[in-house]
């Protein structure tokens, strides 16, 4: 069972608005930034938004971030074929030394 | 261009012990945090180690405490991981991951190497 809580699965047509959610506590996201990875099958996961709401070079701006309180929310606009994946939020855990993960949601593109 | 690449994997029987490795290539090694994560097949991510730039700050995921045991060289840009007392539940793809600046974001990952933990 992970520490941050995602729903498992999310799904949108081409072109449509989906978001995604992750919730967590006061010792993850409510003191600390969050952060994305998108994994595509079978790679290596891959940074997707850093510092709640940051983009890393290279990401289209169809990708976006927030965060408020002790929840962060993934949104992806204009949704495409390729962005069928695995998403997974993150966030540093104050008392582990280390961060913690959401347990993935997995994006269907009808 | 900035690469990790993982390599030591493969089947080990409960008990057993394995010694993961990460060549890193493209920056300088010696100045950044590097992590290793595993990920169990079909399963989320988890954290499992870190390593500070100079190894002065270790941590570990409470799940491998005191039987893994993370270091590095870094005049040979490499990142290590030695698994001890393996267990099935060890069975993941391991990969290593550079911090941007140490407890922020992993903002490079290696392709992985896959360990199986079975009899």
């Known amino acids: 069972q992970s520490v941050l809580t995602q729903p498992p699965s999310a799904s949108g047509t081409p072109g449509q608005r989906v978001t995604i959610s992750c919730s967590g506590s006061?010792?993850?996201?409510?003191?600390?930034?969050v952060n994305w990875y998108q994994q595509l099958p079978g790679t290596a996961p891959k940074l997707l938004i850093y510092?709640?709401?940051q983009r890393p070079s290279g990401v289209p701006d169809r990708f976006s971030g927030s965060k408020s309180g002790t929840s962060a929310s993934l949104a992806i606009s204009g949704l495409q074929s390729e962005d069928e994946a695995d998403y997974y939020c993150a966030a540093w855990h104050d008392s582990l030394n280390g961060p913690v993960f959401g347990g993935g949601t997995k994006l269907t593109v009808l | 261009e900035v690469q990790l690449v993982e390599s030591g994997g493969g089947l080990v029987k409960p008990g057993g012990s394995l010694r993961l490795s990460c060549a890193a290539s493209?920056?300088?090694?010696?100045?950044?945090?590097i992590n290793w994560v595993r990920q169990a097949p079909g399963k989320g991510l988890e954290w499992v180690s870190s390593i500070s730039s100079s190894s002065t700050y270790i941590y570990y995921a409470d799940s491998v405490k005191g039987r893994f045991t993370i270091s590095r060289d870094n005049a040979k840009n490499s990142l290590y991981l030695q698994m001890n007392s393996l267990r099935a539940e060890d069975t993941a793809v391991y990969y290593c991951a550079r911090d941007y600046v140490s407890g922020s974001w992993f903002d490079y990952w290696g392709q992985g190497t896959l360990v199986t933990v079975s009899s």
């Open positions: 510092s709640n709401n």
């Open positions: 006061s010792s993850n996201i409510g003191s600390n930034t």
């Open positions: 493209g920056f300088t090694f010696s100045t950044y945090s």
